[in-house]
């Protein structure tokens, strides 16, 4: 089967098709509306063939569908209809849940995306559970993607950033019980060095998560 795998993010909008060993981009931002991404898509895959689609968006997906609109994106996403914007057969799910899909190599793994905001995920014997840790409370009442997505970064600078995602890192792997994390998003680039039993992740694993999806028929759940 040919997919197109289209990966949504904050400043950007990627995707691969089967078969081509290049991606395509183009921009995306706060007022990005599902019908200007299917739009862009479409015009930016120009040329290319594909069976069925893939996408991933930075928001809570349940059963194939958006739980709420995206915090780093514009309105609409919870009542768009994907397969009648590409016509054909569409998987939905979260960003960060599709980079650890792609980034799975075993055993029970922490997948945390660090870009625009925070995505994470768990991987467990092949079994993909979507998680919404970002908003939860951290500290002096801000969230964990307060201080570890971009907004934190900017604002703390590197080295205080660094030293945050180095504890989350350590939190969420013992709390969670994982046998190693894989460090993705942007940001990861920026670490000077990486916490113990972690790894970094990297970009083009979203869309091997993407096609995964249709390979291994796999319905991501969430918590």
């Known amino acids: 089967m040919k997919v197109l795998v289209v990966d949504v993010g904050g400043k950007n909008v990627k995707l691969l098709a089967t078969g081509r060993r290049t991606s395509r981009r183009f921009p995306s931002g706060p007022k990005l509306t599902p ?10 895959a120009a040329g290319w063939s594909w069976e069925a689609v893939t996408i991933g968006i930075p ?18 996403w919870k009542r768009f209809d994907f397969e009648a914007a590409f016509r054909c057969p569409v998987k939905v799910l979260n960003d960060a849940a599709m980079q650890a899909l ?5 055993g029970r793994m922490l997948f945390m995306g660090l870009g625009t905001g925070l995505g994470t995920a768990t ?6 559970v979507s998680l919404e840790l970002a908003h939860l409370p951290y500290r002096k009442g801000q969230t964990y993607e307060d201080y570890l997505g971009d907004r934190g970064r900017r604002r703390l600078g590197l080295r205080k950033w660094e030293r945050h995602v ?7 792997q013992k709390a969670l019980v994982v046998d190693y994390v894989v ?11 990486l916490p113990p039993r972690a790894r970094r992740g990297d970009n083009q694993n979203a869309f ?16």
């Open 208 to 223: 091997l998560g993407g096609f995964r999806m249709w390979e291994n028929s796999q319905r991501p759940s969430a918590e």
């Open 35 to 44: 019908a200007q991404m299917a739009a862009g898509v479409l015009e930016t």
């Open 166 to 172: 180095h504890y989350v890192t350590d939190l969420l």
């Open 102 to 106: 792609g980034s799975y190599e075993g």
């Open 59 to 76: 928001t809570p997906v349940v059963d194939g569908k958006p739980l709420r609109e995206p915090h780093n994106l514009g309105r609409g």
């Open 123 to 128: 991987v467990d014997d092949g079994k993909l």
């Open 183 to 193: 460090l993705g998003g942007g940001n990861v680039e920026q670490l000077s060095a």
